[in-house]
Every structure is written in C-alpha cells, then in structure tokens.
C-alpha cells in the first residue's frame, strides 16, 4: 500500500469524523432548543389554562346566580353548552396547528440526507 493512498484514507476518515461530529452538535443544539420550547410551552399552557378555568367557572357560577330561581337550570345548561362549544372549537384548532408544526429536528436531518448523497457515487 503505497503512502500517498493511506494518507488519503485517513484523510477521508478524519473529514468524516470532523463532519459526524459537526452533525451530532446541531443535533444536540436542536434537542436542547426543543426540549426548552417544550418545558416553556408546557409550563405556560398550564398556567393560562389553571387561570383560564378559574376565571370561566367564576363566570359561569356568578351567572347562574344572577338569574332568577325561576331560569336557573336554564341559564346552568346554556353555560355548560357554550364551554363545550368553545372546548370543541380549541381542540379543532389545536388539530389544525399540531398538522402544521414541522418536524423536529427537521435541520439535522436535511443535513444528514445531504451528507449521504454527497457520499454516495
């Protein structure tokens, strides 16, 4: 084996090396951004969601208490109608901007599909 072909080789193999490792870094900086977006998200939409509740149940009893003891049950149906419409209407937009979130870690891949078809003959 002649020297210029091993040096060659190992050229190859440390430029594959120093390309893995740059690949495996973005893949880490995109989980940690993702995993800090989640805990955010999550720890955010729990809040508006506890004081969100809090202030619709508030609501919704000062309502029923406001009306006549005649319509109360009517007024008690009418409330829990509207948060089942207004749960409903949630949920389907939840559905539709869960469908059009791209996927995670969506630039480490790309990279390592255009890394295999670089490599590739």
């Known amino acids: 084996m002649s020297a210029g072909l091993l040096e060659s080789a190992q050229n ?3 430029g594959l090396l ?3 490792r740059t690949r495996f870094e973005l893949f880490g900086t995109e989980l940690r951004e993702e995993l800090a977006r989640l805990a955010t998200t999550l720890l955010g939409g729990l809040a508006v969601l506890v ?7 508030f609501g919704a009893v000062a309502i029923v208490l406001s009306v006549g003891e005649a319509n109360r ?3 008690t ?3 829990a109608v509207f948060f089942l419409v207004v749960a409903g209407v949630v949920a389907w937009q939840l559905r539709r901007v869960a469908g059009v979130k791209p996927r995670a870690f969506d630039a ?3 990279e390592l599909q255009r890394d295999l078809t670089a490599i590739k003959p």
């Open 12 to 14: 190859l193999a440390a």
């Open 18 to 20: 120093d390309l893995g």
């Open 51 to 57: 004081l969100a509740a809090l202030g619709l149940g």
């Open 73 to 75: 049950l009517t007024a």
């Open 77 to 79: 149906i009418c409330v």
């Open 108 to 110: 480490t891949l790309s």
